[in-house]
Nanobody, 124 residues
Framework: QVQLVESGGGLVQAGDSLRLSCAAS????????AGWFRQAPGKERDFVAA????????YYADSAKGRFTISRDNAKNTVYLQMNSLKPEDTADYYC?????????????????WGQGTQVTVSS
């Protein structure tokens, strides 16, 4: 069983940057793919980015391309989401997820493990 804990959210202004972290414990996280999803109030949970077990494959939502970077440090059992040039429409709760398949996915239902989320608010 893998436990995931997100951190790094907060209130920032448009154009600022944030780095989210997702620390994993239990299981063999280094062999799992991971992803970031977000959910704005009243909206569905949307895919943001995903990374394969070794970082060799990366996937981004169109809204994240060019601004967000997903990475991982398997020695620290941690996945990161660097978010630059933040916009008010990036405001959401951000969730980290892990899946036992090594490659990664854009589909939330394919992830077996989820964190509790961290809130990101971008003011204009």
């Amino acid at each position: 069983q893998v436990q995931l804990v997100e951190s790094g959210g907060g209130l920032v202004q448009a154009g600022d940057s944030l780095r989210l972290s997702c620390a994993a414990s239990g299981g063999t996280f280094s062999s799992y793919a991971a992803g970031w999803f977000r959910q704005a109030p009243g909206k569905e949970r949307d895919f943001v980015a995903a990374i394969s077990w070794n970082g060799g494959m990366l996937y981004y939502a169109d809204s994240a391309k060019g601004r967000f970077t997903i990475s991982r440090d398997n020695a620290k059992n941690t996945v990161y989401l660097q978010m630059n040039s933040l916009k008010p429409e990036d405001t959401a709760d951000y969730y980290c997820a892990a899946m036992t398949y090594y490659g990664g996915s854009r589909t939330a239902s394919e992830y077996q493990y989820w964190g509790q989320g961290t809130q990101v608010t971008v003011s204009s």
